[in-house]
Every structure is written in structure tokens, then in C-alpha cells.
């Protein structure tokens, strides 16, 4: 079974609507890796990392109001 290129997939996206668009990013991005066990154990022993950082005081936390003006975001 022959697959398409990704240039054959660009130019067939590039006819969708916005909003057919949208769906194929959204079904993209939850697509499951192949490595993505490995992926699930990286995001949890940074979770981990960064809960004891928080029980030993060594982060701070800002409102996202602050945060948003810092950033120059509206």
C-alpha cells in the first residue's frame, strides 16, 4: 500500500476548510507517540521534581494577572 508524501498531505491540507483545519491539528496532536510510555515517565519524574521544589520552598508562584502583564500579553 503506497502512503502519501508528506508534500502529497501538505497540498491535500491546504484544500481543507479553517475549521477542517483545526480538527485534523486536534486529532494530530492526540495521537499517541510510539515512545509514549517513555514520554508519560519523563512528564511524571518532572512533576515529581518540581512538587518536592514547592514542599522545600525553593519555588514561588505569581498570579497569572502578573505574569500576563510582565509578559506585555492582554
Known amino acids: 500500500m ?7 498531505l501538505a497540498r ?3 484544500g481543507l476548510s479553517s475549521d477542517e483545519r483545526e480538527e ?3 486529532r494530530i496532536l492526540l495521537m499517541p ?3 509514549q510510555a517513555e ?6 519524574a ?3 521534581r518540581r512538587m518536592d521544589a514547592i514542599d522545600r520552598g525553593e519555588m ?3 498570579p497569572w494577572e502578573e505574569v ?7
Open 33 to 35: 507517540a510510539e515512545d
Open 68 to 74: 500576563r502583564k510582565d509578559l506585555g500579553l492582554k
Open 46 to 48: 518532572e512533576i515529581e
Open 60 to 62: 514561588t508562584f505569581h
Open 12 to 14: 491535500q491540507i491546504e
Open 39 to 44: 514520554i508519560d515517565a519523563s512528564w511524571m
Open 24 to 26: 485534523l491539528l486536534n
Open 2 to 8: 503506497n502512503h502519501p508524501t508528506v508534500v502529497e
